[in-house]
């Protein structure tokens, strides 16, 4: 459609209402935007985090609700090294859709660098609670953080013990 077209007062007031997204106010359709989440998620597999986070900041832009997008994003995030970002987008994306278990394995590998033990395990075991059959390498990989973090844990409450 035309701008003209999308950019009608009772367009303008739904976005405003928080009915419509930015994207459908410029009339982007859905399959547009996931063309374009596909082809950043090329550039982030070829590393090209920079170019990537530039796709996934205006896909988030144009649809905040989408926790794809804000998941996606914040995988860039945690390759940029923006941790405190990656948190949040990660956090967005789960409360959007608590059934992805990308996001919860994500943010419980930064919550255990932050030394946030207990959010960190409530993120693996929810993860875990979503692929009970182990088929996802995200599951797979929120198993062994659980039981490295278990271990360790155990480690630090024997060596205390033993002071």
Known sequence: PKLEDSFTAKNVEKFILGELTWGQLLGMTMEE????????????????????????????????????????????????????????????????DDENLHPHVNRAELLLQKGQFDKALDDLKRAIELDPQCKNEASIRARALAEATAKALDEISKAIVRQ
Not at 40 to 67: I, M, Q, W
């Open 33 to 96: 935007t996931y063309n374009i989440a596909e082809y950043g998620y090329s550039l982030y597999k070829e590393a090209r985090y920079h170019d990537a986070r530039t796709l996934f900041e205006g896909l988030v832009l144009c649809n905040p609700y989408d926790a794809y997008f804000h998941s996606m994003l914040g995988a860039v995030y945690q390759q940029l090294d923006m941790k405190d970002e990656a948190l949040e987008e990660y956090t967005i994306a789960i409360d959007l």
